[in-house]
């Protein structure tokens, strides 16, 4: 079963820039990040296929954020820049092993981290 532990979160000011870290135990067919606020669905925001590193964002943080990864730590990493109020959440890390569907849907990932805060202040 693979694990993930994510670390970074923490608070910004907008404006600001901040990373996070996504440690897997092994990367799977695709990894993403996802973000979720109380009372609203989850949503994905970025997604990257591990074999080929092809990015997939969505579109209200494309230009901003950067999804990637470290093969030789097996790290996944979300570098968050020009970060606004609605960048808010908690940040989750996410592994899919079959590889179907959306990359952004979050049913369509079988393992999940913990989540790690993000407050972007005004």
């Known amino acids: 079963q693979v694990q993930l532990v994510e670390s970074g979160g923490g608070s910004v000011q907008a404006g600001g820039s901040l990373r996070l870290s996504c440690a897997a135990s092994e990367f799977t067919y695709r990894m993403a990040w996802f973000r979720q606020v109380e009372g609203k669905e989850r949503e994905g925001v970025a997604a990257?296929?591990?074999?080929?590193?092809?990015?997939v964002y969505a579109s209200s943080v494309k230009g901003r954020f950067t999804i990637s990864q470290d093969n030789a730590n097996n790290t996944l990493y979300l570098q968050m820049n020009i970060v606004k109020s609605e960048d808010t959440g908690i940040y989750y890390c996410?592994?899919?092993?079959?590889?179907?569907?959306?990359?952004?849907?979050?049913?369509?990932?079988?393992?999940w981290g913990q989540g790690t805060q993000v407050t972007v202040s005004s």
């Open positions: 996410a592994a899919d092993v079959r590889g179907f569907g959306g990359s952004l849907v979050p049913s369509h990932y079988d393992i």
């Open positions: 990257i296929y591990t074999s080929t590193t092809s990015e």
